[in-house]
């Protein structure tokens, strides 16, 4: 035998089972298989054939297997039944059924049994080709080795999961993909054997030689079935497990699926479909007229503010309709009066929604108080209708709630600190806001070390901010830089002159010196407290931080200061921050000083946020270093 010769077959996959004339519309066929099915058509080709007659044998299939060649084995379910020719009995059911004979093809096939019914299985093996297994579904490379008397592989499979079989007994799970299965084994010629569930099994002889190692790379073959689809319109949208593939004939995996048919203006029908494999199921669809009925209506908040800006300043009518119609919607105020309107004139999908600012005839924001929707909906003519009213259409209320004590204002998050870069507010916002950056940071002398930051910070129960930032330092000052905190008001809302929260925050920066303002490895505690004067705010935060950033940790004093203006949509302001050493009982400045300028402004009635900043590093005795920074972000 040549060296690194080897033979390669693959397994005997069922035959295609003809296509039955397409039924009429309005009836779903099943694939043989399924329950109320035709029994199924029994596979036959020139290797293996399959006959069957009637017995009294009540309760057990017989089956009998025979060769024109002598000297194979029989396999029922991998399970070593008996020499060729063979005799014997079986449960009913879905068997697997295998010849091996050396120096042929091995031959396998799946057949699905049924009681007092003999199966005759005739086997035409063919001989096996000595060539290099190497084709679409198997591909083996060799390299060689120092093991005397041993062979060694190992086996990649494209999907994991699968079980190898070497000579019919099962060696292990393949991993998953580009993990690969290794092994050694005798020299000399072995079945190689995966079986995946969804998959066809893939089977191939390998004469392998010492002192090798074989690299085979398996792609198995998934076992499909097809679905055929034909719905009335012809415009309904299809889908099959989420997917939308349209009307026709699609393959699909073996197995269960569910098809969903949906037209506006039409009843949904959903069916659950088993496919086997290779074989057509036959769906004939025709979708029933819809009645016209509104359903879901209400708002998308419970309570909203029309002094906030973008989308945190106003609330979504929502409903959905299941035919073709228009609808009015009236709004009336705490005392039952008229306040505004809104119009669905042309209602020809599903889901409809139109906003509300919240605002009164002249324009302006309406006072706090429980708002009710009346919707009144009227069917476009032809389309039946469910409990209608005195006037042909449905009727319809939802409320929502004005509450200007929902105060929500733009505010900074990078370096995980909430509010401007060296001041956290320490106010918090209405439960559930998030507030969401993506931000650029370089210094003015060497714009190439900058930082790219994300960053975000949530409100919890309306009490508490959390808050995390990770950012990317390129340049000189390449590195990564990460940051955590979380900030608890103790007393004081956007109603009140005076608040105060205790503020907590770590961070991690591997950059020699961060791009990024507020960047560095240290923990920090402080007490950030607030004046509100109108627009405008005065901060103070005293604290103290643990330094990492060298290999001895210091304890220092941390001074931080911030004032700003705000609005419904901007906010504008200045920050700084000063380490204070401890020089006996005393605090001194440890410089350099952080300052930032900074404003943020929100783009419209969208969530979008745009921020600019100028920062500048203090030093005692020098000139500033300054640098600036470009942010985009979300307050939603």
């Not at 020499?83 to 079986?90: D, E, H, K, R, V």
């Not at 004939?284 to 945190?312: H, M, W, Y």
């Not at 009490?463 to 905190?485: K, P, Y």
């Not at 204070?580 to 404003?599: K, R, T, V």
Request: glycine share 12%; with cysteine.
């Amino acid at each position: 035998m040549n060296r690194n010769s080897a033979s390669i077959a693959l397994m005997l996959a069922l035959a295609a089972m003809p296509a039955a004339a397409a039924p009429p519309l309005g009836v779903l066929v099943t694939p043989p298989g399924v329950a109320g099915s035709p029994a199924p058509l029994l596979p036959t080709n020139e290797q293996i054939t399959v006959a069957t007659e009637p017995t009294s044998n009540a309760g057990l299939s017989d089956v009998e297997a025979v060769c024109q060649i002598d000297g194979g084995t029989f396999y029922i379910d991998r399970n070593y039944a008996g020499p060729i020719p063979y005799a014997g009995s079986i449960a009913p059911g879905s068997h697997y059924f295998e010849l091996d004979l050396p120096g042929y093809d091995p031959l396998g096939i799946w057949l699905t049994l049924d009681e007092r019914t003999k199966y005759t299985i005739s086997f035409n093996p063919a001989q096996t080709t000595p060539i290099f297994a190497t084709n679409d579904r198997v591909a083996v490379t060799n390299a060689p080795t120092l093991s005397a008397g041993i062979a060694s592989y190992q086996i990649f499979c494209d999907i994991g999961g699968g079980e190898l079989y070497i000579d019919q007994i099962d060696i292990g799970t393949v991993p998953t993909a580009n993990i690969p299965f290794t092994g050694s084994i005798s020299p000399g010629s072995h079945y190689f054997e995966l079986e995946l569930s969804g998959y066809r099994n893939l089977g191939f002889w390998l004469n392998l030689d010492e002192k090798t190692q074989y690299t085979i790379t398996l792609k198995p073959e998934r076992i499909t079935g097809f679905i055929s689809i034909d719905v009335e319109p012809k415009d309904a949208a299809v889908t099959v497990d989420g997917s939308v593939p349209g009307a026709g004939t699609i393959e699909v995996p073996v197995g269960s699926h569910r098809v969903l048919v949906r037209r506006f203006g039409y009843m949904d029908q959903q069916i659950a479909v088993e496919v086997t494999d290779k074989a057509t199921y036959y769906v004939r669809l025709s979708l029933a007229k819809a009645p016209f009925v509104i359903t879901r209506l209400g708002f998308d908040r419970q309570a909203f503010n029309p002094l906030n800006a973008g989308t945190r300043g106003q609330v979504n009518l929502k409903f959905e309709a299941s035919n073709y119609g228009s609808a009015h919607a009236e709004i009336r105020g705490p005392d039952g009066a008229p306040v505004a309107t809104l119009d669905f004139p042309n209602i020809d999908t599903w889901a409809q929604s139109r906003p509300w600012k919240g605002l009164g005839p002249d324009g302006k924001p309406l006072p706090d108080g429980v708002y009710s929707v009346v919707l009144t909906a009227t069917p476009a003519p032809g389309v039946p209708v469910q409990q209608a009213g005195p006037d042909g259409g449905l009727t319809l209320s939802a409320e929502t709630e004005i509450d200007s004590t929902l105060v929500i204002r733009t505010i900074g998050t990078a370096s995980a600190i909430p509010g401007l870069l060296y001041m956290p507010d320490p106010l918090t916002q209405p439960a559930g806001t998030l507030a969401a950056e993506a931000s650029w940071f370089a210094p003015f002398g060497n714009p190439q070390s900058s930082a790219f930051g994300l960053s975000a910070a949530v409100s919890v129960a309306g009490v508490a901010t959390i808050a995390a930032d990770a950012a990317v330092e390129t340049g000189s000052n390449a590195g990564s830089d990460l940051a955590g905190s979380a900030l608890v008001t103790l007393f004081g809302d956007r109603t009140t002159l005076l608040g105060g929260a205790f503020f907590l925050r770590g961070g991690y920066s591997s950059a020699p010196e961060p791009s990024l303002p507020g960047a560095g490895s240290a923990i920090e505690a402080s007490l950030p407290l607030s004046l509100r004067l109108g627009d405008f705010s005065l901060a103070l935060s005293p604290g103290a931080l643990l330094d990492l950033s060298s290999s001895s940790p210091s304890v220092l004093g941390l001074a931080r200061a911030g004032l700003w203006t705000e609005g419904g949509s901007f906010r504008a302001g200045v920050s700084g921050e000063l380490p204070m050493a401890f020089s006996g009982a005393l605090l001194s400045p440890s410089w350099p000083a952080q300052l930032a300028l900074e404003g943020r402004l929100m783009l419209g009635s969208t969530p979008f946020v745009a921020s600019g900043y100028i920062d500048a590093e203090l030093e005692r005795g020098t000139a500033p270093a300054f640098g600036m920074g470009l942010g985009l972000g979300l307050l939603f």
